[in-house]
């Protein structure tokens, strides 16, 4: 079992910037792929970015690619998304999810392990 706790969310002005961490306990030597996900108020999940484990290699989506970077310290089993510029429309739960298979997926159905989620409110 793997247990994943995220932190570092907050309030902050557009064009601020925050950086979320997701902590991995447990089995986490099974761990390949992780990734964040937001989800709006009554709407599903949606992917923000992923990394591999080997690489490592990163996706992103589009609405944050240039603004929002994803990285990951191996020996801390813990994950970051470095959010830079952020708008309005940035405001979300943000989660932390991690699945045992190499390639980033973008689908949330595919990821095994979900954190509590973080708060992020982009508003001046």
């Known amino acids: 079992q793997v247990q994943l706790v995220e932190s570092g969310g907050g309030l902050v002005e557009p064009g601020g910037s925050l950086r979320l961490s997701c902590a991995a306990t447990g089995r986490t030597s099974t761990l390949y792929t992780m990734a964040w996900f937001r989800q709006p108020p009554g709407k599903e999940r949606e992917f923000v970015g992923g990394?591999?484990?080997?690489?490592?290699?990163?996706y992103y989506a589009d609405s944050v690619k240039g603004r929002f970077t994803i990285s990951r310290d191996n020996a801390k089993n813990t994950v970051y998304l470095q959010l830079n510029s952020l708008k309005p429309e940035d405001t979300d739960v943000y989660y932390c999810?991690?699945?045992?298979?190499?390639?980033?997926?973008?689908?949330?159905?595919?990821?095994?392990?979900w954190g509590q989620g973080t708060q992020v409110a982009v508003s001046s």
């Open positions: 999810a991690a699945r045992t298979f190499a390639a980033v997926a973008v689908s949330p159905d595919v990821y095994a392990y």
């Open positions: 990394i591999s484990c080997n690489g490592p290699t990163t």
